[in-house]
């Protein structure tokens, strides 16, 4: 398997430590991609991914998979435990509601204010923003915060009683806003103390 990606980015990440808890992670190879440079532009990787984006997996036939829930679904599969994705129809779908959650609400949330509301990755790369939108999507990130320090009173996790696919886009959340300085809100201490948690998984050192 190849793994086109830019190391450090949080999508990437999402990927990397999904690999690292299916203990397939010295069966992938990894391709950089020069996203800051614009090479994610460039035919040679848009031949790859027409969107552009990282990270992209590449199969020993030729086959190409493209975002990170699909490249994990594909992952879950390929090999035994930890179940990232969940098992049966009522498991799998609640932790896909709440992964969807995390992702639009915070992951996303926080990428749309740094490319709006920041100088994000330069005027070259950044080329249409909107600061006002950026904003807004801030306050939807810390909003989507609140959320997940509720849902923790329940569990250590954010759905079922364990670690799915849900934290792995939690933590790259973390990393992001942490890089955007979007804090942890001081009324989310159940919250912060997740976000150590995860960062102290073994899988979240290849992550980053």
Not at 28 to 33: D, L, Y
Not at 144 to 167: C, G, K
């Amino acid at each position: 398997m190849q793994i086109h990606e830019f190391k450090g980015f949080p999508n990437p990440a999402r990927v990397r430590m999904a690999l690292a808890e299916k203990g397939l992670f010295d069966a992938a190879s990894f391709v950089q991609v020069d996203v800051p440079g614009g090479a994610h532009r460039e035919p040679a990787y848009l031949a790859i991914n027409d969107q552009g984006v990282v990270p992209s997996l590449v199969l020993d036939d030729g086959t190409v998979i493209c975002e990170c829930t699909a490249i994990t679904e594909y992952l879950d599969h390929l090999a035994g435990d930890p179940v990232l994705t969940g098992r049966g129809a009522k498991e799998r779908a609640m932790i896909h509601m709440v992964q969807r959650r995390v992702e639009a609400g915070f992951l996303d949330a926080v990428a749309t204010y740094f490319h709006h509301a920041t100088p994000g990755l330069g005027p070259l790369i950044e080329t249409h923003q909107n600061p006002v939108w950026g904003e807004r999507q801030r306050e939807r990130a810390i909003a989507t915060m609140h959320w997940m320090e509720q849902r923790l009173a329940a569990s250590d996790y954010l759905v079922m009683d364990r670690f799915t696919i849900a934290d792995i886009t939690a933590f790259a959340g973390f990393a992001f806003a942490g890089f955007a300085a979007i804090p942890i809100p001081d009324a989310c201490p159940r919250l912060a103390a997740y976000a150590e948690r995860l960062r102290a998984r073994p899988s979240a050192a290849v992550a980053a």
